[in-house]
């Protein structure tokens, strides 16, 4: 079992499409904590990642394609804080099946922890505290042939708001177009496919649905 902490380098070209794109920001739809980067790698290409093959067990939240760059057991854990003391953190772990050749198989969670929040009236008068927080597990698989990489994964996200909670089911859906004697990839992921299955209150909200595509090639002499 190994555990990586690295900087990556590589040129990267980033298109991005969705719902959300134009109409409203990604950070407007429900459970849009999916959006926050899950790694110090992550973070530094911008937040998004669909083909920069890694040796970081969190690529499995960007592209479930992307695990199977790793070797045979790889296990990650970060812990980050956000803005006004939000604290949200990963654990993730990949691991090649035995008994099937170029497969396979990750899990994952993800947490916000938004803290105390002061409940007000609408004058403004303070009424006591509340808390908030958002909870992902994620299961997925991946699966090498020739140089196509195809991954999926399985998200069951939860969210609570003091007493008003959510859920819903969610899936991830990636491919992977790797050339390693080019120092060259491409990849293609659908995000977050699903439905809220049970809402805060009556209402449906949108997902954080995204269709991310990208390529990533690595220049000559580069160290």
Sequence with gaps: MKKYF??????????????HLF?????????????????SFIAGTGGVNCSRLSRDPNV?????????????????LTYSYF???????????????????????????????YGNIEKTTKEGTVNGTFRAGDNLFIAGINKIRNNFHYGFNFKYVH????QYSSWGILTDWGIVYHLPQRLFSCGLVVKNVGRQFKTYYHTNEDLPFEIQAGLTHKLAHMP
């Design 159 to 162: 969210s609570q708001i003091a």
């Design 83 to 113: 803005l006004a003391g939000i604290r949200y953190g990963t654990s993730s772990y990949v691991f090649k099946f035995p008994r099937v050749d170029s497969l396979y198989l990750h899990a994952g969670f993800q947490f916000v922890n």
């Design 23 to 39: 109409a409203q920001s990604k950070f407007s739809s429900a459970y849009s904590f999916l959006n926050l980067p899950t790694s």
């Design 60 to 76: 499995i939240f960007s592209n479930p394609a992307l695990s199977s760059s790793l070797s045979e057991k790889n296990i990650a």
């Design 6 to 19: 690295f900087v990556g380098h590589s040129f990267i070209v980033f298109i991005l499409a969705g719902n």
